[in-house]
């Protein structure tokens, strides 16, 4: 996370050139070119500026968890598709989204695994978000598998949308990898 006001420092040569430069117009480009996400207070989410390095894993996620998986096969993913797919999932908006999403807090994110908490009251847990290169992998930390369905439907639309998105690069839509054991909806 990286706060509005941090930008006069960041960007001190081009303030101090005299030049026109809102940090709102800044903010606002990012924000379309979907690379960043206002996440509330002044504080922005910046994916592509995460640490390379994977966190220790001791997320606790029931035994029976089975990831869904949305594979390319032989395709790797673009550069930028796997943190455009988490901005689209946090641009969702309480109110305006019946299941939207906020960062996890507390939590070391990087670039290939980011996690998510479901921020309606009705569906407890949280998401990791796994970039595999060639795939997406999301785990979900409820041993419910109640809210399956709907969350596959919220990250299948997130997809489509980052798809046609990228549909430039020649990538298709995935095929669905794997499918929760334990839910009875396919």
Not at 19 to 33: G, H, R, V
Not at 127 to 134: A, E, I, P
Request: aromatic letters at 12%; a negative charge; hydrophobic letters at 35%.
């Amino acid at each position: 996370l990286f706060n509005k006001s941090l930008l006069p420092t960041i960007f001190e040569d081009l303030y101090e050139s005299g030049e026109e430069f809102s940090d709102d117009d800044f903010l606002k480009l990012l924000e379309c070119l979907k690379i960043s996400v206002h996440v509330g207070d002044g504080d922005y989410f910046l994916p592509s500026a995460l640490s390379l390095e994977p966190p220790v894993d001791d997320s606790p996620f029931p035994m029976n968890c089975v990831p869904l998986v949305y594979s390319w096969d032989e395709q790797i993913l673009p550069h930028g598709f796997f943190l455009t797919f988490v901005v689209e999932l946090l641009r969702r908006q309480e109110g305006k989204d019946k299941i939207y999403f906020q960062l996890r807090e507390h939590v070391i994110q990087c670039r290939d695994v980011v996690q998510v908490i479901v921020a309606d009251n009705e569906i407890p847990g949280f998401l990791k978000l796994v970039d595999g290169k060639r795939w997406i992998e999301i785990c979900y930390s409820c041993s419910t598998t109640s809210y399956c369905s709907k969350l596959r439907e919220v990250t299948s639309d997130a997809i489509k949308r980052v798809v046609k998105r990228f549909e430039h690069t020649g990538i298709k839509s995935p095929g669905l990898g794997f499918r929760c054991r334990l839910c009875d909806t396919d």
